[in-house]
Each structure stands twice: as structure tokens, then as C-alpha cells.
């Protein structure tokens, strides 16, 4: 079965402090990890995918097999990044769209 | 483009009565999903479709549950009769289903289900 686990249900930092959050799974295959995030009254949307090893609105993940990790990451926090962060698994590769397995989600809070 | 439609948006029931959920996927995405968001259990697969066939609707969690496809423009989730564990907000998401860009989906607003 695949899982993911998301630790912390609320991170507040400061402005400017760098973010992490963190995302763990559990899955015997080869896993496609993404983070998807919800700001306050807007749609559930994709945020980054590991498999395009983007940086988006200066947020970064890299997939750690040996830790079966996908931790989110920016270096200098912004108000606007305040929202709901959600990772998740699709336990297929190759063609044709998959369901997703979430996390909880994480609450991340920029203090000014 | 609208993005995905769904419908109501708000939607109280009492126990025992049934439920219907519509969704509307963007045009031109060939997989559709419906998920359910709780408190305690997150956010659930439910049932997903590609190109109006059911693929995989182990998330369903009981009979009472069902979810239909009768055209690529489309989708119903259906609950009959309803509970109060019930109560949750429903997702539909869509996306182009096959390919790299395959894999993002896209999320409707939600419908909020209260059941009393």
C-alpha cells in the first residue's frame, strides 16, 4: 500500500526565514512525487513535480529514494507562500493519468 | 476556460436522503477524478475514470457510494441514501491522461456536503 506522511499540520516562520516541509512515503515501486498547495480561497493546484526538477516561486524538492523522502524547501520566505501545502504519490509510470495519494497537508504560516 | 465546474456548491441533506455531485472536467482532458476531504482522514481517493471508463474505485467506501461517466464532458457521484459520516467536501479533478504533462491535475472548488 502506498502512503504519505506529512509530520507537521502547521509550520509558522518569519519572513525572509527559510521553509521546509516535510513529506515521507511509502510505496515498493517507483513513485512520481509532487506538492500541490491551496491558498486561502483558491483551487487545490500543482505546485512542482520531482520529475521536472523545477523551481517554482523559488520552492524546491528533491526525491530522496534512500530516505523515501520529498521535502519542500525555500530559502527565503515570503508572506504570499502562506497556505495549505499538500504532498503527494501517484504509484504509476508511463502513460495515462493515475489517482493521487495525499498527505494531510501542512498549514505554513509567514509571519511578517 | 472555467476550469473544472462542479455542482452545488454547498449542499445540506438530511439522513437518508440521496445525493447527487456533478462535475464538469476543462474540455479535452481524457481522466476524471473524485476525492473526498476530511478532518480526520484527509484527502481520499475515491474513483477515477479515463476516457469515461472506470479505472480503479477501490477508494469507494461502500455500496452507497457510485459514480458515473456518461460522456467525456460529465460526471456524477451519487449517494444513496446519505449519512452524516458522509459529510465532507468532495474534489472532482481532471487532466489530460496520458503522457508527461499527464500527471497534473486540475481541481474543481469543491462541493461542501453536510449531512444531518
Known amino acids: 500500500a502506498q502512503r504519505v506522511t506529512q509530520p507537521e499540520k502547521l509550520l509558522s516562520v518569519f519572513k525572509g526565514a527559510p521553509v521546509e516541509l516535510k513529506c515521507n512515503y511509502s510505496y515498493s515501486g517507483s513513485p512520481e512525487l509532487f506538492w500541490y498547495v491551496q491558498y486561502s480561497r483558491q483551487r487545490l493546484q500543482l505546485l512542482l513535480r520531482h520529475i521536472s526538477r523545477e523551481s517554482i516561486k523559488g520552492f524546491t524538492a528533491d526525491l530522496n529514494k534512500g530516505e523515501t523522502s520529498f521535502h519542500l524547501k525555500k530559502p527565503f520566505a515570503q508572506e504570499e507562500d502562506s497556505a495549505m501545502y499538500y504532498c503527494?504519490?501517484?504509484?504509476?509510470?508511463?502513460?495515462?493519468?493515475?489517482?493521487?495519494?495525499f498527505g494531510k497537508g501542512t498549514h505554513l504560516i509567514i509571519q511578517p | 476556460d472555467a476550469g473544472v465546474i462542479q455542482s452545488p456548491r454547498h449542499e445540506v441533506t438530511e439522513m437518508g436522503q440521496e445525493v447527487t455531485l456533478r462535475c464538469k472536467p476543462i474540455?479535452?482532458?481524457?481522466?476524471l477524478f473524485w476525492y473526498r476531504q476530511t478532518m480526520m482522514r484527509g484527502l481520499e481517493l475515491l474513483i477515477y475514470?479515463?476516457?469515461?471508463?472506470?479505472?480503479?474505485d477501490s477508494g469507494m467506501p461502500e455500496d452507497r457510494f457510485s459514480a458515473k461517466m456518461p460522456n467525456a464532458s460529465f460526471s456524477t457521484l451519487k449517494i444513496q441514501p446519505s449519512e452524516p459520516r458522509d459529510s465532507a467536501v468532495y474534489f472532482c479533478?481532471?487532466?489530460?491522461?496520458?503522457?508527461?504533462?499527464?500527471?497534473?491535475?486540475?481541481f474543481g472548488p469543491g462541493t461542501r456536503l453536510t449531512v444531518t
Open positions: 474540455s479535452g482532458h481524457n481522466s
Open positions: 475514470f479515463n476516457n469515461n471508463v472506470p479505472i480503479d
Open positions: 479533478a481532471s487532466s489530460l491522461g496520458a503522457g508527461f504533462l499527464s500527471y497534473e491535475q486540475y
Open positions: 503527494a504519490l501517484s504509484g504509476r509510470s508511463g502513460g495515462g493519468a493515475d489517482g493521487l495519494t
